[in-house]
C-alpha cells in the first residue's frame, strides 16, 4: 500500500470518529456568540497531510484567524489546554500529529484577555458541516 492510500484510510477513519462524536458535541451560547453571530463548527484539517486535527466552533462570518481555546470541541487532548492554560501551565503550538506541521501558534487575544491559536492559513484547512439539533 502506497503513502497516499495509507494517508486516505488515516483520513477516513478519523472523520468517522468525529462524525461518531458529533451527537454528543453542544455548541457553546455566551456573550462572545451573541456580539459575533451564528455558531458554526469547522472539521480542521493539516494541509500538509490532509489529517483531521480538531473541531472548533467558530462564531460569526470572516476569516478563521485565529482559534479560542475554548472553543475547541475534539479531540479532547485539545479541549483540555483550556484548562491548562487557567492552572499557569504554558500553551504550546497546535501540530498535526501525523506530520508535525505547526497548524497555529499560540497567543492572547489582548482585547478579551482570551488564550487562543493564531492560525497559519497556508499550513490549515477546514470544512463546515450541520450543527448538531
Known amino acids: 500500500m502506497d503513502s497516499h492510500a495509507r494517508e486516505r484510510i488515516q483520513n477516513i477513519a478519523s472523520k468517522k470518529l468525529v462524525m461518531e462524536k458529533d451527537k454528543s458535541i453542544k455548541i457553546i451560547h455566551n456573550t462572545y456568540t451573541k456580539s459575533r453571530g451564528?455558531?458554526?463548527l469547522l472539521d480542521i484539517f493539516c494541509k500538509n497531510c490532509n489529517i483531521y486535527v480538531m473541531t472548533y466552533q467558530k462564531d460569526g462570518l470572516g476569516e478563521l484567524l485565529?482559534?479560542?481555546l475554548d472553543r475547541i470541541h475534539l479531540p479532547e487532548n485539545l479541549q483540555k489546554r483550556q484548562f491548562e492554560?487557567?492552572?499557569g501551565r504554558k500553551n504550546i503550538s497546535?501540530?498535526?500529529h501525523n506530520c508535525n506541521t505547526v497548524i497555529g501558534t499560540p497567543m492572547i487575544y489582548k482585547t478579551e484577555n482570551r488564550p487562543a491559536y493564531?492560525?497559519?492559513k497556508e499550513k490549515s484547512s477546514?470544512?463546515?458541516h450541520k450543527l448538531p439539533r
Do not use: D, G, N
Open 94 to 96: 497546535l501540530v498535526c
Open 118 to 120: 493564531h492560525m497559519i
Open 38 to 40: 451564528a455558531p458554526e
Open 85 to 87: 492554560y487557567q492552572k
Open 126 to 128: 477546514f470544512t463546515k
Open 66 to 68: 485565529r482559534c479560542y
